[in-house]
């Protein structure tokens, strides 16, 4: 994603081959936890761009 034109995300949740990994990312209510994390770490990216501090870099982990 280096050098791209347009705003970009990678988010890796977890290994499908990695057996906790891959049971919560079948379970439901880990699945929306995922997905709030995920919001949240986009939101949180754009009000830091909208106030002009943004350091490059914005990390969210589960354990917030």
């Known amino acids: 994603l280096v050098n791209v034109p347009i705003p970009s995300i990678l988010i ?3 290994f499908i081959t ?3 990994d891959r049971e919560n990312m079948s379970n439901p209510a880990q699945q929306a936890r995922m997905a ?3 919001y949240n770490s986009v939101v949180e990216f754009k009000e830091k761009m ?3 501090h943004f350091s ?3 990390i969210s982990h589960a354990n917030r």
Do not use: A, F
């Open 56 to 58: 490059g870099h914005i």
């Open 18 to 20: 990695h057996p906790k």
């Open 36 to 38: 709030d994390i995920i």
């Open 50 to 52: 909208d106030k002009g």
């Open 12 to 14: 890796e949740v977890g």
